[in-house]
């Protein structure tokens, strides 16, 4: 916004549009400077309060081959080990719910996921609004039949701020996970 002086007494609204150009925090913050003349200090700051933004409003599916995967995946230099904590006894049940938590999409062909075994492994990928890549690596096991879900999720990025918002996104829907 352009600069505004006020009269003793007065007051004005302004708007301000803010252009988000990155994934990398997930947080808008600002502040508002003014001087008051006369006033024997340079500058008074309000602190607005943050804006946090849900990652899940800018990421959507996306498609990659298998060798743009694993080039993106040699390159990203950010990665986030999340350790599976869930009350899920099903891996497929557990795998679903976590592309629909997170807004990616298994890249991993139906045919290769399906049968009865006690492991599962999935690659998984998803693009931002912005263009910012993120890839997951899905390592799934069960002990036993009745056993939970146990395993890792490690999330690669170009940027901190996407692998640590994925990671966070992904142990919030771990939470909310219930089993059917």
Known sequence: PQPLVLAP????NIKASVKVASTENGIIFGNIVYDISGSTSDRNVVVLNDIHIDIMDYIIPA???DSQFRQMWAEFEWENKVTVNTGLTDLQ???NHLIQST???CL???KALSGD??????????????????LANVSIEKASPEAS???HIRIRAK??????????????????AKPS
């Open 159 to 176: 940027s901190q701020g996407m692998a640590l918002s994925l990671g966070d996104k992904v142990n919030a829907s771990q939470k909310a």
């Open 108 to 110: 991993t062909p139906q």
């Open 103 to 105: 807004n990616m999409k």
């Open 9 to 12: 007494h007065d007051f004005a």
């Open 93 to 95: 049940d557990y795998l």
């Open 117 to 134: 075994c006690g492991f599962l492994a999935a690659n998984l990928y998803a693009k931002s609004i912005f263009g910012e890549d993120a």
């Open 149 to 151: 879900v146990s395993g």
């Open 63 to 65: 498609s990659c081959n």
